[in-house]
């Protein structure tokens, strides 16, 4: 059982851009971070938003970028200055890990590190106790709505027995049915996209994410 507070945050990834503030507005109630996924056509194979976008966003909720981006550190600056109170690199995509997390909190962000479903939990090892977040990937990045993998929760463990007061995400899949399970491996800030936006009613899809404790 997990007795942390269980923190939500909305991927904008299928938001309507269109009206993104009054969208994101709606959403603010019941959001405890706002997911900003950042694709770049190359480390994965769609392209999304980049810095202008994130600097057009107006609310008080906290903005967690997560950069699926080669190269991170070149970005780094510029994200904060849009407005980015997380940062969220992939291990994969980084070519010096720690120094770039050392970047990412000298810009004045918090530090997170993402790693994909593949990817073992030792390629991070080293840099864990420099992290405010961690974030295992429960579907290859690139697309929202995909199928949630259970063979990732190992790593949740893991992590969780070793650093008991870390926040560790969860991202790709989040439902009713997958939260729960995300949950009751030491997960304790749970991504999801197209469960909630797809919902018509945010207040509940957010309170059956929180449910079966
Ligand atoms: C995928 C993104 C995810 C995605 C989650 O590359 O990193 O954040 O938006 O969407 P769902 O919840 O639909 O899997
Ligand atoms: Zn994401």
């Given at each position: 059982?997990?007795?942390?507070?269980?923190?939500?945050?909305?991927?904008?990834?299928?938001?309507?851009?269109?009206?993104?503030?009054?969208?994101?507005?709606?959403?603010?109630?019941?959001?405890?971070?706002?997911?900003?996924?950042?694709?770049?056509?190359?480390?994965?194979?769609?392209?999304?938003?980049?810095?202008?976008?994130?600097?057009?966003?107006?609310?008080?909720?906290?903005?967690?970028?997560?950069?699926?981006?080669?190269?991170?550190?070149?970005?780094?600056?510029?994200?904060?200055?849009?407005?980015?109170?997380?940062?969220?690199?992939?291990?994969?995509?980084?070519?010096?890990?720690?120094?770039?997390?050392?970047?990412?909190?000298?810009?004045?962000?918090?530090?997170?590190?993402?790693?994909?479903?593949?990817?073992?939990?030792?390629?991070?090892?080293?840099?864990?106790?420099?992290?405010?977040?961690?974030l295992v990937m429960s579907i290859n990045p690139g697309f929202g709505g995909q199928k949630f993998?259970p063979e990732v929760l190992e790593k949740v463990r893991w992590i969780?027995?070793?650093?008991?007061?870390?926040?560790?995400?969860?991202?790709?899949?989040?439902?009713?049915?997958?939260?729960?399970?995300?949950?009751?491996?030491?997960?304790?800030?749970?991504?999801?996209?197209?469960?909630?936006?797809?919902?018509?009613?945010?207040?509940?899809?957010?309170?059956?994410?929180?449910?079966?404790?």
């Open positions: 059982m997990n007795k942390t507070r269980i923190k939500i945050t909305p991927s904008i990834l299928g938001i309507d851009y269109g009206r993104m503030n009054e969208h994101l507005a709606e959403l603010a109630p019941f959001s405890d971070m706002f997911h900003v996924d950042v694709m770049d056509g190359n480390f994965v194979p769609n392209l999304t938003i980049g810095m202008p976008i994130v600097s057009c966003i107006k609310t008080d909720v906290p903005l967690d970028c997560h950069l699926m981006i080669r190269n991170p550190h070149r970005y780094v600056e510029q994200f904060v200055e849009a407005g980015a109170d997380s940062i969220t690199i992939h291990a994969e995509a980084s070519l010096h890990l720690a120094p770039d997390v050392e970047k990412i909190k000298k810009a004045g962000a918090k530090a997170c590190v993402a790693i994909n479903p593949e990817t073992p939990v030792e390629k991070i090892a080293a840099v864990l106790p420099m992290l405010d977040m961690v993998m969780r027995e070793h650093y008991p007061n870390l926040d560790i995400q969860i991202d790709g899949g989040i439902n009713d049915e997958t939260a729960p399970l995300a949950i009751e491996a030491g997960a304790n800030v749970l991504v999801s996209g197209s469960y909630i936006l797809k919902s018509r009613d945010y207040e509940g899809a957010v309170a059956s994410l929180k449910k079966n404790r």
